[in-house]
């Protein structure tokens, strides 16, 4: 069921008994209003006659020890012109002495309906007969001393007839506000509820593909506030989703440039250990194939290390900084390329501005260690390479800087890509796979800082990793 007509049912449902109560409540107290105001006039008009009646008392001659045969027929006759007098259609009067009438012009029986016991004084009821409405009207008294009772008689019918109007108009009015709230309801709620429609389309849309798409619904109640998070949420799944094609993307590009780059290893491994299997060959023969295996096999290594790097850093890139002493970071460095740079007689120097680092020591121990491997690489025998640290403007600043043939300008902002060279026969020839600086940029991203490279062909590289100081953590 639509939102829309759930809400116009349960609204008319609200509105129905709620009118209806209100509307019983009116008739009700206005139909007791109404009887009570009949019974307070017949038992008033009943009163003004035993009060002219009660004259008598003052003005009769007739002595109190008289037969009381006369005493009764003074009462009868004094009543009976009074009766007369105020006879009409809808009113009639009735006088009972010892139980019995001694005038009635009524209909029915009021005595009967009616009956008065000593020491009531007043009593009224209304009765209902062949769809008449009687009110009978009854008081006791004294009239030279011999009590009796006085009726009277009237047809409310009147009275009923207005109580039976007000009812039909209070459910006229009961019609009228259900049909006009059936009708108005619908259209109100509709327009209530078009921001929602909206809302879904925009959504099925989104769920489409159209994720660039918002609902920008602006209105100050719930619904605009249910669209702006609606709208958040949007942009959040966006920018997921977007990430998420982002790192598919460039997952696929490692991918494919690692499944292109170790052709060239692989190659080299087949053929040569198709050369062993199949070729008859000197001993010299054997173990040059034997060496150019294992160089393919371990430039395989290095490639899938690389790669499994950039992964790491491309999914988690989780930063545990901590207090570094810089000596001890750089003298690791050195130590772990000295092998490499002793076979190209190139001198590792340090030289140390600031004592201790910020940030995550395998990561800047990986960093330096791209630098200077490549370094090592792009320089000429017998030349310096110099590893330094410092610090300036509330930044930190550790640098690689060599001799070598640098980059040219126009190549500086892609050397960073993954798998670009800047020479590629040399690159290959020394077994390099164009991923150490993707993955530095990487790390300098990964602790809020980035990569700066100044070079000149021919003259040599700077590169440098520039990222904030921030306090010192646990040792």
């Not at 330094?388 to 640098?406: H, P």
Request: charged share 20%; proline share 3%.
């Amino acid at each position: 069921m639509k939102l829309w007509l759930k809400q116009t049912l349960i609204t008319l449902t609200v509105i129905l008994l709620s009118v209806s109560l209100c509307l019983y409540y009116f008739v009700a107290k206005e139909t007791d209003g109404l009887i009570q105001q009949a019974i307070r006039n017949g038992e008033r008009d009943t009163a003004v006659f035993c009060d002219h009646l009660s004259t008598l008392d003052r003005t009769s001659s007739t002595s109190y020890d008289a037969d009381g045969v006369a005493r009764q027929s003074l009462i009868q006759y004094t009543f009976s012109t009074y009766a007369h007098l105020l006879q009409s259609g809808d009113c009639s009067w009735s006088l009972v002495m010892d139980g019995r009438y001694f005038y009635n012009t009524a209909v029915h029986d009021p005595l009967n309906v009616l009956p008065m016991a000593e020491e009531i004084i007043t009593a009224s009821r209304i009765v209902e007969t062949g769809g008449t409405h009687l009110l009978i009207s009854a008081q006791n008294m004294t009239v030279l001393q011999t009590p009796v009772t006085v009726y009277r008689t009237a047809n409310i019918d009147e009275t009923y007839r207005h109580i039976d109007d007000l009812t039909r108009m209070a459910q006229l009015s009961l019609l009228g506000c259900l049909l006009l709230c059936g009708v108005l309801l619908p259209l109100i709620l509709r327009k209530t509820l078009k921001p929602l429609r909206k809302l879904t389309r925009v959504s099925e849309k989104i769920a489409g593909g159209d994720y660039g798409l918002r609902s920008q619904i602006q209105t100050g109640d719930e619904v605009g506030d249910l669209s702006r998070s609606f709208d958040h949420m949007a942009e959040t799944v966006e920018q997921k989703i977007s990430d998420l094609e982002e790192t598919a993307r460039r997952r696929e590009m490692l991918l494919g440039a690692l499944t292109h780059e170790m052709k060239t290893p692989m190659t080299a491994i087949i053929g040569f250990s198709g050369s062993l299997l199949s070729m008859p060959l000197t001993e010299e023969g054997r173990l040059e194939a034997a060496h150019e295996i294992n160089e393919a096999a371990k430039r395989t290594e290095r490639l899938s290390q690389k790669m499994m790097q950039l992964i790491s850093m491309q999914e988690n890139p989780v930063v545990l900084k901590k207090s570094i002493d810089t000596q001890e970071l750089l003298d690791k460095v050195c130590t772990a390329l000295t092998p490499a740079a002793k076979e190209k007689q190139i001198e590792l120097q340090t030289e140390l501005q600031i004592d201790s680092l910020t940030g995550d020591p395998d990561l800047l121990f990986s960093l330096l260690t791209n630098f200077t491997d490549n370094a090592i690489k792009a320089s000429p025998e017998n030349t310096v390479i110099c590893l330094t640290a410092d610090t300036s403007n509330g930044l930190q600043i550790v640098s690689v800087i060599d001799q070598g043939s640098g980059i040219p300008a126009d190549q500086i902002a892609l050397v960073t890509e993954p798998f670009y060279r800047v020479d590629k026969a040399r690159s290959r020839k020394l077994g390099g796979a164009g991923l150490g600086l993707s993955l530095c940029q990487m790390i300098a991203q990964a602790h809020g800082g980035r990569l700066e490279i100044q070079s000149e062909v021919e003259k040599g590289t700077m590169i440098s990793m520039i990222w904030p100081m921030e306090e010192k953590g646990n040792e």
